[in-house]
């Protein structure tokens, strides 16, 4: 498998997992199909669209290519009505949630460095992707984004996962084990965080 097409695999799982934690999430506050709908697609299409405008790579992905777009609507319709009889719990969202945050922060760094970025923006911009579309689900849905508030480690783990890959692939490493590596970096310590309630230390 090429390095775009690896990139674009680890995009479509990125998105399918963010659409799904954008259904829950919206089941949750007891949204129809079309406020589901309308989240999922935030959710999912957020942090690759400010990395984008960022990086300056117009069309943006969805735009260039309709089929995301599509595939982030069908899913969510199926996830809706998959859902429709099921009662959410709040813990519901957290594995779609950090398996979508790991996917995107690689993603996003290689984007980066394929712009000619440095090391530290490219992780800035891994950390962006990663993050963007659950401050969008959150704000949307009327929560205080995960990042922003003093919960377990979030943002920390994008960081952690986009600066694993960066480190494996300046040291020559194959770009599959790479970004392999920097998303089950960012989604095992985002469980981590949840299951030992990691938190960044306040200052005294």
């Known amino acids: 498998m090429t390095l775009d097409a690896l990139i674009t695999v680890i995009s479509v799982l990125g998105l399918g997992a963010f659409t799904i934690s954008g259904v829950i999430e919206a ?7 079309v406020g589901a709908a309308a989240v999922a697609f935030i959710t999912a299409v957020g942090g690759g669209t400010v990395r984008d405008v960022l990086l300056g790579r117009y069309p943006i992905f969805w735009v260039d290519d309709e089929r995301y ?3 982030i609507f069908a899913l969510a319709a199926i996830s809706f009505y998959s859902l ?11 594995i779609p949630d950090a398996l979508g945050l790991g996917l995107f922060t690689v993603t996003g760094a290689s984007y980066a460095l394929a712009a000619h970025a440095s090391m530290a923006i490219a992780s800035l911009m891994g950390v962006i992707t ?3 579309g659950g401050v969008l689900r959150d ?3 009327n929560e205080i984004p995960a990042v922003f508030a003093r919960t377990q ?3 920390t783990c994008a960081l952690v996962g986009a600066w694993t890959f960066l480190l494996l692939d300046r040291a020559g490493a194959d770009a599959g084990i790479a970004l392999t590596a920097g998303a089950l970096a960012t989604f ?17």
């Open 153 to 155: 480690l979030y943002a």
């Open 84 to 94: 429709r009889t099921t009662r959410i719990a709040s813990s519901a969202i957290l």
């Open 130 to 132: 990663g993050v963007f």
């Open 27 to 33: 089941k949750r506050k007891e949204m129809d199909i």
């Open 69 to 71: 777009a599509i595939g």
């Open 188 to 204: 095992l310590l985002r469980l981590a965080a949840l299951r030992f309630d990691l938190r960044l230390q306040r200052p005294r």
């Open 139 to 141: 704000v949307i849905c």
